[in-house]
């Protein structure tokens, strides 16, 4: 999977990140901002790669989760709760609601994830929605503070590229531990992982519920990043653009959420001359993509790489799947 | 009360047919071609959409359904099994699911940018008549026989024609079809168009009553993939039953329960499915290997 040494993937991870933060200082504040959005929908999209990527279960879930972080951020920080204890909170309660519908869902075989997911999403927005003495209903809840000393929308980026770092080394670690080489073992060859004992419905539960976490916690900078939450953001379109995010960049490869979250926030303004056509094409560039290229952006790109190092036409890939 | 309880099931088991009819062509797809096709509700927006398209352009309805069954058998049977399908089904069963997500943001949006994001009205029957204290609707009525007459022929023509058990066949085990010689091919295009003369009968149905909207397929996909589970996903009849009873536990759960959550009737029946018995009512415990 990993083409070339795994510490040049998180290198070239981390020089992305620092080229961003780099780059915000001569970038207008609606610059900055689109970054910021870069930077947190990246983090669900790591999160879903796991799931998508590696265990190879669809997820539509992601907006719950990213749902449930954003609330949980906006409900507690005027209780005095620091930015770093709600971020915390949020990842835990999203693994712990991973775990409790991950473990039915994955008990059968099939897309049974991908419905109860589904199911999940639309009666998470019914509720956000409608417990108005919770969520604040469709109003919402408006005038959300970041933390001191990140109020500045460059400072509030530089928070979100920490903490986009930090998920970064640990999900880097993470693939590299143990633990990961069977989520590697999961994606490559999920029978014959199971035959090497790979405990293969634990693994993929895990990889659900550490994904969910990642939601959350993308959840809860997206709440102080906008600073206002209502439900329709966490809808099942959010669900279903992660995922497509995860797709475009090439699911299951390391860099693939970041390329695809950029392409996710930036295609909109690129082609923004389009206006209402924008998802009729962004949709019909992705079901092409998927068809003719299933490892994303960046396993065309490392073909490109290798066919120009080669000198001669590469082999056609399998997109690396068994 | 007896009445109205009996008001509400004929109401229920009318809503209800129309979710049978297009959860039976989910349920083909699936276990026929290997297809999970998430733009499922929105296949049954193309056609209420196409047929509201002929009649403005001055067809009268008779000719504007059959029309737009025509259409709905090009584009959602063969166009989507061409083009979509088979370059796709290579890559695997995920990435087709995925694909056809992709296909329902993508007709959505289409809908909406050509049609317009109004809900438009839709010809229906109006008026019925009193049998006792019942009062029977030719709407409802007519949906309950148009389902009726359409799973009863479905049926007869899986079980009792060549083809159909040769369908049957493709379905259960593609590789030993193809050693008895069955056209393996031609058994998977048949399904996609019997599911597209399916999603069209269900957009006459259920136009009049949901009124058309580009993003309707949302909701009626969901309640769709919701009765296929709970009904069992083997057989046609598991989607049958699945179907009569979301619609008929909706309907008494919009009158007695809470109007904001009338919607999330079959997402939690399709939770508890899932947590209490995944193989639905009607359904075999042993799943296909996809």
Redesign the interface.
Known sequence: MMRGRPGALLATALAGILAVGLLSFVLEPYGVYLLSLWAVYTVAAIGLNLT?GYA?Q?SLAQATFVGVGAYATALLMPHGWPFGATLALAGGLCFGLGLL?GF??L??????L???T???T??AF?VM??EAWLTGGVQGIAHIARPVPFTSGRAFLMLCLLVLTLVTVATWWLLRSPWGRAFIALRENPIRAASLGVDVRGYTLLSFAIGAALGGVCGSLYAPLVQYVEPSPFA?ALS?SL??MV?VGGSGSFLGPYVGALVAVLLPEWLRFMQ??Y??V???V??LL??VC?DGLVGLAGRMLDRQRRGHPAEPAD?G?A | MFWLLAQLLVAGLAIGAIYALIAIGFSLLWQGAQT?N?AQGDFVSLPAFAILGFTALGLPLWLAIPAALAVAVLVLGLLFKRV?VQ??LH??V??L???T??????LE??L??TGGAEAYPFPGLTGGFNLGALFLDWQSLTVLAVTVVTVSALNAFLSRTRTGRAMQATAQNPSVARLLGIDVERMIMLTFVINAVLVTLAAVLISPVYLVKFDNG?QIG?TA??AA?VGGFNQVRGAVVGGLLLGVVETFAATYGPD??R??V???L??LF??FR??GLLGRRE?R??
């Open positions: 998508l190879g669809i519908f039915p869902a008990r059968v075989q099939g897309h049974y991908a419905f109860v589904l199911a999940l639309t009666l019914l929605r409608n099942l279903l995922l497509l797709v209402d056509y998802l009729v962004y949709a019909m992705v079901m998927l068809a299933p997109g799947k | 999970v998430f979509l370059p796709m890559h695997g995920l990435q699911a995925i694909a997500m992709a296909l329902s943001i993508f949006n289409v909406k940018d949302g969901l993939f919701s589970i904001q959550y919607t999330a079959p997402m939690v399709l939770i899932v947590l995944p193989h799943e290997r996809v």
